[in-house]
């Protein structure tokens, strides 16, 4: 699979979870903080039809889970 981006904040729980499974099972990513990109966070508004929830994870092919639990990745990444 190429690219990965993440669009998240060091402060959210879930994102510090989906870092930590991409960590774990040598999945690379692009990840964006939106604190210190605060212009990316127009994107992820638009991709989750106007909610503000983080993480979005954006995948090669343009499709995106919003906030995904562990069994949604591995799902998503066919492990």
């Not at 994870?57 to 906030?67: A, C, D």
Request: proline share 4%; glycine share 10%; net charge negative.
């Amino acid at each position: 699979m190429s690219e990965i981006v993440m669009y998240g904040a060091d402060w959210c729980g879930d994102c510090q979870r989906s870092k930590k499974y991409f960590s774990d099972h040598g999945i690379e990513y692009t990840y964006v903080d939106l604190v210190n990109e605060a212009a990316q966070f127009a994107g992820v508004i638009s991709r989750n039809g106007g909610m503000k929830s983080i993480p979005v994870i954006v995948f090669p092919e343009n499709s995106h889970l919003t906030e995904p639990g562990n069994e949604q990745l591995r799902a998503k990444l066919g492990l």
